[in-house]
């Protein structure tokens, strides 16, 4: 079973307990943000808010405020989720272009098109405008064709701009510097409110020129149907629930932020490009989806976790086969921290493996464990941390590398220093025996005792 799109999701997670309906009036401005805050904090629901002041469109808030959610969304299990997204997105299919759909039972073009027809949320205090923070941005090489899909930060501006965060290093930022170069602007299509799994895939770190919808046809199970859009020259996925059409306008800068980030702070206000709306299509009765950022852990921590455990195992399995596990800790933001375990087959491999994380653009904390340690458990990474490592001998510091994004503490813009911890037993050595208290598979869980 696969979830198609939103709506089969949403359904899926009311059945379970997993969605709330929330029939009272909320404000988009900090009172969505705020239900999904306390439920992120408290491993509570996701809600679905019927009645959002100023707009008759209902918010779908908090689907990935629990990582129990996200490994629902690919209709697995946790130890078996970066396996089944890994062997997932190994054959993409092809997206499959339909003639109309859903997404576009209603259509408003240019000066109709405004942005206050969406009841786009505001999240932290200080954000400087309201927010889309779950906008799926289709766009293609302007030279070769080649198709992106990922997720940015879009600041409303006001009715029909929207400002961007895509830096250079980002593909739609790569995409842009070509439109740029030709004095042209960049199409662009913002879907908000697709399959669970769809935005996923968008998470996994592909190779500049792959479609990320392909990848997603690979999770699901079957293409994603596309569609034509009506002012631009793209074709977005036919099931969403609201697509803004638009153009990034080549040379364009201006201020954008505060907004508060993944990191948990409010970071980098500076001058962005802005994207000018053309169109809004959008189901009848469209369910917009808020996503929260901020402190971790949260929406758009758990969104990316799995997604990118995937890209670093696989990467790293194929150099290095005694790994078993790499998880993105939402202390880090899921991107400044990561662990890996492995079981060593020889001596200092540990350290190779170290390396290759710290040199992939997630390097600021890297700590690799032996096998017996779950790397999802922070108190047993420490441990691990603590008694089998020894800072002089096992701990590397690289200073001045790519990454470190948005990281408040960094002394370079999109540079960080590196930490390596190696807290493996050395390989080949004899090392203190862990204790152990023996039968426990005889004893019977104390949860269940009366
Ligand atoms: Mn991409």
Same mark, same amino acid.
């Given at each position: 079973m696969s979830f198609a799109d939103l709506r089969q999701f949403l359904s899926h997670l009311e059945e379970r307990g997993e969605l709330v309906r929330v029939r009272e009036e909320v404000d988009p401005k900090f009172e969505i943000a705020g239900y999904i805050r306390k439920s992120s904090d408290t491993g509570g629901p996701a809600f679905l808010f019927e009645n959002v002041k100023g707009s008759t469109m209902p918010v779908v808030g908090g689907i990935f405020g629990h990582r129990r959610r996200a490994i629902m969304a690919l209709d697995t299990t946790p130890d078996k989720a970066v396996e089944k997204f890994n062997v997932g997105i190994a054959s993409p299919v092809p997206t499959r272009r339909v003639t109309?759909?859903?997404?576009?039972?209603v259509v408003h073009r240019h000066e109709?098109?405004?942005?206050?027809?969406l009841p786009i949320p505001t999240y932290?205090?200080?954000?400087?405008n309201p927010y889309i923070t779950c906008g799926m941005v289709i766009s293609q090489d302007p030279e070769t064709g080649t198709k992106n899909a990922s997720i940015y930060r879009m600041e409303m501006k006001d009715e029909r701009r929207l400002g961007i965060l895509c830096s250079a290093g980002h593909h739609l930022g790569m995409q842009l510097a070509k439109a740029e170069a030709r004095g042209q602007p960049l199409e662009v299509a913002i879907v908000v409110g697709v399959a669970p799994a769809t935005l996923m895939a968008t998470q996994?770190?592909?190779?500049?020129?792959?479609?990320e919808l392909t990848l997603a046809g690979a999770l699901l199970g079957q293409p994603v149907e596309v569609v034509k859009c009506k002012t631009v020259d793209l074709e977005v996925p036919a099931s969403a629930e609201i697509v803004i059409e638009g153009r990034i306008l080549p040379g364009v800068r201006e201020m954008e932020g505060p907004f508060g980030e993944y990191t948990g702070y409010y970071t980098d206000t500076s001058p962005k490009p802005v994207i000018q709306v053309t169109a809004i299509t959008h189901r009848k009765d469209a369910i917009y989806q808020a996503l929260l950022t901020g402190v971790p852990t949260t929406e758009n921590h758990v969104i990316k976790m799995v997604p990118l455990e995937a890209s670093y195992y696989s990467m790293l399995k194929a150099r290095f086969p005694g790994v078993k596990a790499v998880h993105f800790p939402g202390a880090g933001g899921a991107g400044l921290m990561a662990v890996v375990s492995m079981r060593q087959h020889i001596k200092y491999e540990a350290r190779s493996v170290m390396l290759a994380v710290q040199s992939a653009h997630r390097n600021k904390i890297v700590i690799v464990v032996d !096998?017996?340690?779950? $790397?999802?458990n922070l108190e047993q990474v420490m441990w691990a941390v603590c008694t089998r490592a020894q800072p002089d001998q096992d701990m590397v510091i690289i200073p001045r590398l790519a990454g470190g994004y948005l990281d408040p503490s960094s002394k370079e813009r999109d540079a960080n220093c590196s930490l390596g911890i !190696?807290?493996?037993? $050395?390989?080949?050595q004899p090392f203190a025996e862990v204790a152990t208290v023996p039968g426990l598979d005889k004893v019977p869980d104390p949860g269940l005792r009366g």
């Open positions: 109309g759909g859903p997404c576009q039972e109709d098109a405004e942005l206050t027809r932290s205090a200080k954000d400087c996994w770190e592909a190779p500049y020129g792959v479609d !096998d017996d340690i779950d $790397p999802y !190696d807290a493996t037993r $050395p390989f080949g």
